[in-house]
């Protein structure tokens, strides 16, 4: 499978690269749902390995198709984007049904929406609970207890509210997540 | 409980803690990714080593706690000791009903420590093995 290959069947509006040795095609998202019907019935990639989504914060969320030809050994990514204030995308799960399972966690961990699909049901989290992987939402374990490495050599808790200096910070953690003494 | 007979003794059991060793550096505190090291010191002042010298400080160790309900064994605590004060030991019996009871003041840590294999020969922790070097 050649890109010019996969170029010609996914049309113009299709921008195709490999930047990581694979071929990927960059995707309008109103040619999400016919792309992935391209890629099953034209190109022949019958095999889906995954969907997932990635939090770009203001560019919005991408989400990536990875889908695999057994007979030819050889994969292609598809990628689209949509909006960060209301990220809604076709669903593929009519297409590649075993997609159907990760745009329900797509949905739970990110909050994406998949007009199309059969059952968006939480996998895993409580109503209400957010989208754990979205980079806005706080980590609360962080938030719940202060950092035990915020002191330094011959401190206690409580010359910690005394201090007037800069405070060591956690790696990982921005400092929203962090509880304020 | 000891299960060193029917566990390799270099098993993550638990963590021991030889409090003669530490020198209240807090490293260990803060490469720990599950916030589970908990140490509180003071200083106290010595006097200076000579007439023209300067006094002295000293941190001395007020609580060394390790919450075994949010630890993962991972051993950064272990192997970012620059002072060999944390250990590792096989025991791993030591299962609570509540939270509370799963974190291990610096007594406690002390006694896991009398379980801790000595070092394999050769392998010192300042060393590195052959293989290892470049």
Known sequence: MSPDEVAAALGPTASISAPYGELVADLPIADWHGAALTARDVLELHFFDFLTGVDLRDQGFQVVLRVWSVAARSGLQLRTRCSADSPVLASVSDVYAGAGWHERQAAELLGIGFPGHPGLEPLLLEPGSGHPLRKDTGLAARAAIPWPGAKEPGESDRDLGARSRRKNLPLGVTARDLKQP | ?134
């Open chain 2, 1 to 134: 409980m000891n299960a060193s007979g029917e566990l390799p003794v270099r098993s993550r059991g638990t963590i021991g803690l030889l409090e003669e060793n530490c020198t209240v550096c807090m490293l260990c505190a803060r490469e720990c990714p599950d916030w589970c090291l908990h140490i509180d010191s003071h200083k106290e002042p010595l006097p200076p080593l000579g007439p023209r010298g300067r006094p002295r400080v000293r941190h001395v160790l007020d609580r060394f706690a390790i919450d075994f309900s949010l630890c993962m064994y991972c051993g950064i605590c272990i192997e970012v000791c620059p002072f060999d004060a944390l250990f590792w030991a096989p025991d791993f019996g030591y299962e609570a009903t509540q939270h509370a009871d799963l974190t291990h003041e610096r007594g406690r840590l002390r006694e896991w420590m009398w379980a801790a294999p000595p070092p394999a020969p050769g392998a010192g922790s300042t060393e590195r093995a052959a293989s290892d070097q470049r």
